[in-house]
């Protein structure tokens, strides 16, 4: 009576415990097992639950070898409990492996194709760092030319301004000596005038006083 008594309660105990202790649980390696409505043979199936499903267990009969479970889906039911695990099956954990090492070998690869894409884009800004440097070189060399030709351009400019000086000084000292000829050819002008102006003074009197010259000679002779 008392093992009876014990009994209820722990069931009772049990029962309450899915309310607030769903553990997860997984469909052993079994291609199939069938979900009931009790915990018995004798109840009907449900439905059939394939490998791998992960269950929500609610509670156990360890009386029975049942536990009652929940799908996925919603549906609630009694299946043995020694299909039951506590992790996924071998075949579900290599399925699962499976697809991390594709999705790793597929972000392997993407990885690769970033790592060709950014060595690719590497080489590129390498090539355009080189060109860049050959522009400045050359950009350099036609600066260099270009103060070159400016200075020699100043250095132009300023032997024009010194000639233009010197011409300048040349036209002054020119119109000088043309003034000075000026000057002289009018003395000269004037020289040559007052010259023939005596010559012909001193011939009128010459003319003048040879006559007398003679004419008092002839006088002298003729008193004689």
């Known amino acids: 009576m008392m093992k009876t008594i014990f009994q209820t309660i722990l069931l009772l105990f049990i029962l309450s415990l899915p309310l607030a202790h769903a553990a997860p649980a997984w469909v052993s390696d079994e291609f199939e097992i069938t979900l009931r409505s009790g915990p018995s043979t004798s ?19 360890a009386d029975s070898g049942y536990s009652r479970v929940q799908t996925p889906g919603g549906t609630e039911g009694w299946v043995l409990t020694r299909y039951l695990m506590n992790e996924r099956s071998a075949r579900e954990q290599l399925q699962t492996l499976t697809r991390e090492l594709t999705n790793a070998q597929s972000s392997g690869s993407s990885m690769g194709t970033q790592l060709a894409a950014i060595k690719s884009e590497y080489d590129t800004a390498n090539r355009r760092i080189a060109a860049l ?3 400045k070189t050359t950009l350099e060399t036609e600066l260099a030319e270009i103060r070159r030709t400016a200075a020699n351009v100043l250095g132009i400019n300023q032997q024009n301004r010194t000639l233009m000086d010197d011409l300048a000084t040349a036209q002054i000292r020119a119109d000088t000596l043309e003034q000075e000829n000026r000057q002289l050819s009018s003395k000269t002008t004037r020289y040559w005038f007052m010259s023939g102006a005596l010559v012909l003074l001193v011939g009128i009197i010459l003319g003048i006083w040879l006559p007398r010259i003679r004419w008092q000679r002839r006088s002298g002779y003729d008193r004689f």
């Open 133 to 135: 440097e050959n522009e």
């Open 43 to 61: 109840n009907a199936i449900q439905l059939m639950v394939g490998s791998g499903m992960q269950l929500e267990v609610l509670e156990r009969d």
